[in-house]
Structures are given as structure tokens and as C-alpha cells.
């Protein structure tokens, strides 16, 4: 009997391909979490590992079969049927072996005797890329409270470096954090580490020991978030405008597709309607826009992290070469002047002390003439 | 890391290929295989800061195997790469298996076929996995990152390890064959009696239906079936003796195919589970060379390079200069020096 194509609609939570490896179609997170809990036994998701031989005993009771066939059907599926190797020889797992017949091990030692005789320089970005992940991995879980409630949903999302950049701009991510289903989007915005937040407006050529008494941040909070239509703003404090304001109704005169809008704090993951794999924006200091994409939904896991307190983790971060001083080299850059008399070009950075030095005489007074900024560089996250 | 998929692949397509001939899904001939193959090396050698990504990698190649559209004994092969190498992986803790939600009803098809049939190792490495808690259940198999720039070759299903169609042997099936009789009839008589009261009863726009519908269309399903047979090569003998070991199961499985295809004489179709026991293994070492000879004849399509030079045809020195790279210092040696040269160099 031939089956009816199921088409599932926005509604039904089943994520499906829009275009294949590339991103899905839009889905409720909070229905796709229902869909798997509603097919899974609780033992499936559960953070507790069950007893073997509980496992064996119900199996061979739902199958029919015997003790000796059990125990032989045991034997028969055991792991040690795969070992490669005689039990007593201790092998490194860290060298490719002699003579190898896989083509992966053809491929990976021709790679390593090409590295050893090149003398490449070891890459920072791939040796640290999985140091934050290791930090949280198979941690033992937590007991009380802390614990997330099993059948939670995990988000792993994306957050690229603003468009303005010129490197990287949609390829590496700058970081990677997980989110869990309960989090709001507040608490997303709140982990977002983008410099231009630390960012202090005002010349300081005069005084540049007064500490300056705001940063970007703190002045310009509004911020938004733009999922599938629906513009989410950050309205927690008064200061906070509705920056998608002008947006929306730009897209209402020009014939674009109806936009909505909603409240950051009050939508949390499990509301919302996604697609996983397709980029999105969150804008910030009302110009500084990122592109977002959420990479993976799913069901918690035993290995995963199961302290709530540690949650949004960061699980990668891009390590950016920083700035150093032009003068000394060693110290990264803190100001950034430009018109200056002292300096070999314009603009020009210097370290903390470099810059008193060169620019202020021993009572503090300002030489020459000069404009001065604080600079926080890029790498200040590393 | 991405050239190491391509080789992952073949790694992978090569070991199932090798169970694909032994013509048997139990699970210790995939471990005689893997043991040959010594397929748990595939992780020696990686760097320790990408073990991990090593091992998601490998874990996803298998995982496509073991879904649709590939047969029955290559899902089997599928499931029994994704426990071998799930338990070999040097990843500690280990890294996991991504089940996407949209293939879990395939999953507990494959489950239940398998029940059917009564291969109780699938089974149960299936239920040990699901309880060492080796999946993870996530939206898709895959990190989507919306990498659309990446040039995507459309990895080529092998097509030896594609499920034979059989949707037309399962859609005309003998139950619905009867009842298109029995409706047809009915038309018949229906039609009979009203033309019998009207005045013009030869208007030839009253014929709307064809005629013998019935049989055409079991005939056209023999056929396909028929043909369908003859193109894999394989022994006729599907109803002689069978393999000891395997006498419960395979005698339950005929005997229920048979009983379906004795009923309404259609087109003999055994279970998925069973399809792939083709020969009948009498554990000689004849008939599994016979197998091989005739094996999978895959049209090789040479290269765009070898054709090219085929179709040229150059010859002699020319072919053998065209072939290497040009050597400009050659352009300013004396014709003997430059002779010399290149003999030595072919030498």
C-alpha cells in the first residue's frame, strides 16, 4: 500500500533538509523536544546508566531466548572479537603503523612525513580548538539543583565576528557557546563577548589618567536579535530603545514582508521557531551586527555538562593575534593616536607606558601636539 | 580534514563491499573482516587535539550506511561499523552517535525487520548501544554551519548497496489484484446491463476502460520482477538445501514467502531481511568463487585525461612529451644534450 508523502508543516517539530547539508526549515524548538521525548523511553534519556544485566535479563525475556543462547549470542557480539592486535602487545595509538592497507593511514602518515620535513609551524587555532571543550566534557554530573532536568534541549550556536571585519567574516566563529532550552535570549546577548562593547568614546590626549567612567556597554544598551520575521529587543532597562523600530517600518513602506516584533527577555529557546543551520542577527550599539547561526539542536546527554551554573558555555573561542606596541613590541597596544608629531605613522598604538613615556613629560603635562584614544584590541578575549 | 573523509569513505565502502560478498549478516563475519582488515587502526596516528573531531567524523561516514536507500545487509554492515567503531574509538569520553529525529522511524523499521527475521545479533547490538547510551539524539546527523561556498560533490551512492526496488512487486500485490478483478467485473456487468437498455449500444466512447487490466498489469510485474532477477546474476536455487546454522531462521523466513507467493501465483518476493541470501551457502569454496566472477559489474568510466588522450591518439615521442611537464631549460640546450636528458630521465 503506498504510503502518503508525510509533508510536515512548520508546526510539527520533525526538522527536515531545506537544502541538504546546508540548513533545515524552520521548526518550534519546544515541539521537537516533545517529538523525541515522546518516542524515546526514559531509560534512552536519562543521565543514569542502567545495570547490564538488567539490560541482558529483559532482552532475552522480550526475545524468547534461552540462557545459553543469551549467553552465547553475548559472546558472539562481544568487542573483543575487534581487537586487531594480540591482547598482551601494548600498542601507541599515537603512531600510524608500518605497512598500512587503510587508505586513511596511506593518506595520514604521507601528511605527517610532509609536516616533519617541512618544518611547519604548529597552528594555534587548531591546537587550542577543542581546549575549552575539554575543560567541560564528562564532567562528573551534578547532584541537586544544579543539575538540568533530564530531556532538556542543548543549542549549539555560532556567533561570528561583526560585518565589519575584514577576516573571517562568515567562515570561523568567533565563538561557540551552548545554550540550554530553558535560557532566554537575554542570557545569550549577556554571553556574547564582542569588543566593541569595552570600546570608550572621547579623546583623552589631556587626561590621560582619568579613568574613563563608561564603557560602550554600559552606555549604549539596547541591542536586538533577529529570528525568522520576528525582532527580539532587549527592553530590561529604561534606557533601552527599540532599535528594530526604524527597520520595521521601512520593510511596511517598501512592500517587504510583514516583520514582528517581541521581547527579548520574556522568549526563551524552547518558544522559538528556528531554522539550524541558517544564519540570523543579533545587533548590537545600534551598528555593530553579527551573524548568528544555530548549528545543532538536541537532547542532553550523560557526557555533556550537567551543571545548569556553568550554562551558557562557551565551547570555542577564535584566538585573535593582538596588536602590540609600536614602540616596544611587547605589550599590547592600549592607545591609539592619530595626528601625532612623535609618531612613524598615522595612526599609531601604543602600550601603556610607551605612550607616557613618549608623549608626557615627568610632571605629566601634555608635549606636542597629538590626538589620543584608548584602544581595546581584539585579542583581549583570548 | 576533510581529505581524510574522502579516504574514510573508502575505508568504509571497502570493508562493507567485503561483507557484502560473504552474503551473511552475522555479526562474527564482519569481525573475521575487521580483524583482516585491522580496521581499529584507523585511529592510530591522530594528533591529540583532534581525536575528537577524528572520531565525529568516522561515526557520521558510518552512520549514513545505515540508513535507507541501502539494503538490508549493508544497514546490517552499517550498524556493526558504528559498534566497532564506537567501542574502538581512542576519544575519551567517547565521542557519540548522532541520530538525527527525522531517521528515527527508519530506525525502528530496520528494528523490526530484523526481529522478524530473527537475526537476534542486529537486535541486540542495536539495544546495547541504545543502552551504553551511544546516541545522541539531535535535529540532524550533521553541525550545519550553512557552508554553501563549499563545493558539495554529491557523494555517489554505490549502487551495489542500494536496496533493489521492489515498490511495484509490493504495490500490486495479490490482495489488491483480486479486488481490481472483482471491481472490474462488477463495471462489467454494470455496464452490460445499461447498454443493453440504450438505443446505440456500439458507441465506441463507451469503451473507457481497458480491457484485461487485471492480467496485463501481473504480467508487467512478473516481468519487471523477472527481469530484475536476471540482471543481478545469482543461482537459481532458491528453494534447495540450506545452512545448517542458519535453519530456523531462513526456513521461517521461506516459509512465510512462500505461503504468500503460493497463494495468488504473483511474483515471489522475500522479505527485505532475507534478500540477501541470494546462494545458498553450501560452505564450498566453488560457489562463492562463482559469485565473485560474475560479482558487481561496474561500469567504469575512464578518466576525462585518458579519454582525451585516447581520442587524440598521439604517438610516440610526442605522447610521451605532451604527458610530462615542459621544460624550459630544455629550450636552450643543444638537441643532443636535451636527448640525453630526457632518455635518462625515462629510464
Given at each position: 500500500m503506498a504510503e502518503s508523502k508525510q509533508t510536515p508543516d512548520a508546526n510539527t517539530g520533525i526538522p527536515e533538509y531545506e537544502y541538504i547539508d546546508v540548513n533545515t526549515k524552520p521548526f518550534h524548538v519546544g515541539s521537537f523536544r516533545d517529538e523525541w521525548l515522546a518516542r524515546l523511553r526514559p531509560e534512552d534519556f536519562s543521565f543514569q546508566q542502567e545495570d547490564e544485566e538488567t539490560f541482558e535479563a529483559n532482552f532475552a525475556a522480550e526475545m524468547g531466548l534461552g540462557a545459553d543462547t543469551m549467553a552465547e549470542l553475548k559472546s558472539a557480539c562481544s568487542i573483543d572479537s575487534l581487537r586487531c592486535h594480540p591482547e598482551d602487545e601494548q600498542l601507541s595509538m599515537d603512531d600510524v603503523p608500518s605497512n598500512p592497507r587503510l587508505k586513511t593511514l596511506i593518506q595520514r602518515k604521507r601528511k605527517q612525513e610532509r609536516a616533519s620535513s617541512h618544518n611547519i609551524h604548529k597552528n594555534r587555532h587548531d591546537f587550542y580548538a577543542d581546549e575549552l571543550e575539554r575543560l567541560t566534557i564528562g564532567r562528573p554530573p551534578e547532584m541537586g539543583a544544579d543539575r538540568i532536568p533530564k530531556g532538556e534541549v542543548l543549542l549549539t550556536i555560532n556567533i561570528y565576528h561583526p560585518?565589519?571585519?575584514?577576516?573571517?567574516?562568515?567562515?570561523?566563529?568567533c565563538m561557540t557557546l551552548l545554550m540550554t532550552g530553558s535560557h532566554t535570549l537575554t542570557e545569550l546577548r549577556d554571553a556574547i563577548c564582542c569588543i566593541s562593547d569595552l570600546q570608550v568614546c572621547g579623546e583623552f590626549s589631556k587626561t590621560p589618567d582619568v579613568a574613563p567612567d563608561f564603557i560602550s556597554k554600559d552606555h549604549f544598551k539596547s541591542a536586538f536579535f533577529f529570528f525568522e520575521g520576528v525582532f527580539y529587543n532587549d527592553m530590561r532597562f529604561p534606557e533601552c530603545q527599540d532599535i528594530s523600530i526604524t527597520t520595521v517600518e521601512w520593510a511596511k513602506a517598501h512592500n517587504f514582508p510583514q516583520y514582528s516584533q517581541a521581547k527579548m527577555e520574556d522568549t526563551r529557546f524552547v518558544d522559538l521557531k528556528v531554522k539550524v543551520g541558517f544564519p540570523y542577527l543579533y545587533c548590537h550599539q545600534g551598528e555593530c551586527e553579527h551573524i548568528i547561526i544555530i548549528t545543532d539542536v538536541r537532547l542532553f546527554h550523560k557526557?555533556?555538562?550537567?551543571?545548569?551554573?556553568?550554562?551558557?558555555?562557551?565551547?570555542h573561542k577564535h584566538r585573535s593575534l593582538t596588536q602590540k606596541c609600536a614602540v616596544c613590541h611587547v605589550f599590547i597596544a592600549r592607545w591609539y593616536t592619530t595626528n601625532d608629531q612623535f609618531a612613524p605613522s598615522d595612526p599609531c598604538l601604543f602600550c601603556d607606558q610607551c605612550f607616557r613615556i613618549l608623549h608626557y613629560d615627568t610632571e605629566g603635562n601634555k608635549l606636542g601636539q597629538f590626538f589620543a584614544f584608548p584602544y581595546t584590541d581584539r585579542g583581549a578575549f583570548n | 580534514m576533510d581529505a581524510s573523509h574522502k579516504h574514510v569513505k573508502a575505508d568504509c565502502e571497502a570493508l562493507l563491499a567485503r561483507f557484502q560478498q560473504t552474503q551473511s549478516v552475522r555479526f562474527e563475519v564482519f569481525a573475521n573482516i575487521w580483524r583482516e582488515m585491522k580496521f581499529s587502526q584507523i585511529f592510530r596516528g591522530v594528533v591529540k587535539h583532534e581525536k575528537r573531531a577524528f572520531c565525529h567524523l568516522v561515526l557520521n561516514t558510518a552512520y549514513c550506511y545505515f540508513l535507507p536507500p541501502f539494503s538490508f545487509q549493508i544497514r546490517v554492515g552499517g550498524l556493526y561499523l558504528l559498534y566497532s567503531l564506537y567501542y574502538t574509538q581512542t576519544a575519551s569520553p567517547s565521542e557519540q552517535i548522532h541520530l538525527a529525529l527525522k531517521d528515527w522511524e527508519e530506525v525502528k523499521k530496520f528494528e523490526n525487520n530484523a526481529i522478524d527475521a530473527q537475526h537476534m545479533d542486529a537486535v541486540y547490538i542495536l539495544r546495547h548501544l541504545m543502552f551504553c547510551k551511544a546516541f545522541r539524539f539531535t535535529a540532524m546527523p550533521t553541525l550545519l554551519c550553512f557552508q554553501t561556498n563549499k563545493v558539495k560533490?554529491?557523494?555517489?551512492?554505490r549502487e551495489e548497496f542500494i536496496e533493489r526496488a521492489s515498490r511495484p512487486q509490493e504495490l500490486i500485490s495479490s490482495g489488491l489484484l483480486e479486488e481490481m478483478s472483482n471491481v472490474s467485473d462488477l463495471y462489467e456487468n454494470m455496464k452490460a446491463s445499461v447498454l443493453s437498455q440504450m438505443t446505440t449500444p456500439g458507441d465506441s466512447s463507451f469503451n473507457l476502460i481497458r480491457k484485461d487490466l487485471v492480467s496485463q498489469l501481473s504480467g508487467t510485474v512478473q516481468e519487471f520482477y523477472n527481469w530484475q532477477r536476471e540482471k543481478e546474476t545469482f543461482d537459481e536455487n532458491e528453494n534447495s538445501q540450506e545452512d545448517t546454522s542458519q535453519k530456523v531462521c531462513s526456513n521461517r523466513a521461506e516459509l512465510l514467502a512462500s505461503i504468500k507467493s503460493k497463494?495468488?501465483?504473483?511474483?515471489?518476493e522475500t522479505l527485505k531481511s532475507r534478500r540477501h541470501r541470494r546462494v545458498e551457502m553450501n560452505s564450498t569454496t566453488e560457489a562463492s568463487a562463482a559469485l565473485l566472477n560474475q560479482g558487481y559489474t561496474r561500469i567504469l568510466k575512464q578518466s576525462l585525461r585518458k579519454r582525451t588522450r585516447d581520442a587524440l591518439l598521439l604517438s610516440g615521442d610526442v605522447q610521451m612529451e605532451s604527458a610530462s611537464h615542459t621544460r624550459i631549460s630544455l629550450l636552450a640546450t643543444l638537441d643532443s644534450a636535451s636527448k640525453k636528458i630526457l632518455k635518462e630521465e625515462r629510464s
Open positions: 560585518a565589519v571585519y575584514e577576516k573571517f567574516n562568515f567562515t570561523r566563529p557526557t555533556d555538562c550537567l551543571d545548569k551554573n556553568l550554562y551558557p558555555l562557551l565551547t | 560533490e554529491r557523494s555517489v551512492l497463494a495468488f501465483g504473483e511474483a515471489p
